[in-house]
């Protein structure tokens, strides 16, 4: 299963950004979808995440900023990022896990997409 993330840029401070990521392949089912970031010198981070019956979870740095949302039918997440600031600069990653399937056989799955480069200046 690849996943296919767009949607970077740069923004100024205070400004919005939408990013999208969808999953292509022989997908059965995709239990969690969800964005990470890593900014230079620290670590990946999750950022938010989706379940396919849409229970959320923020990192507490982007909670009443940032709207995570999917579409089951699109195999598809959004993310929704307004009044950005500076240290929301990173490379996004999507991410998702579930399971593919060929034939009558289904197979647990987890994968990344390339990442998207989120630039907020001040």
């Known amino acids: 299963v690849q996943l296919q993330a767009s949607g970077g840029g740069l923004v100024q401070l205070g400004g919005s950004l939408r990013l999208s990521c969808a999953a292509f392949?022989?997908?059965?089912?995709?239990?969690?979808m969800g964005w990470y970031r890593q900014a230079p010198g620290k670590q990946r981070e999750l950022v938010a995440e989706?379940?396919?019956?849409?229970?959320?979870n923020y990192a507490d740095s982007v909670k009443d900023r940032f709207t995570i949302s999917r579409d089951n039918a699109k195999n598809t997440v959004y993310l929704q990022m307004n009044s950005l600031k500076p240290e929301d600069t990173a490379v996004y990653y999507c991410?998702?896990?579930?399971?593919?399937?060929?034939?009558?056989?289904?197979?647990?799955?987890?994968?990344w997409g390339q990442g998207t480069q989120v630039t907020v200046s001040s």
């Open positions: 392949g022989n997908i059965y089912s995709i239990n969690v």
């Open positions: 989706v379940t396919s019956g849409g229970s959320t």
């Open positions: 991410n998702a896990n579930g399971y593919y399937g060929l034939g009558f056989v289904q197979r647990p799955f987890g994968s």
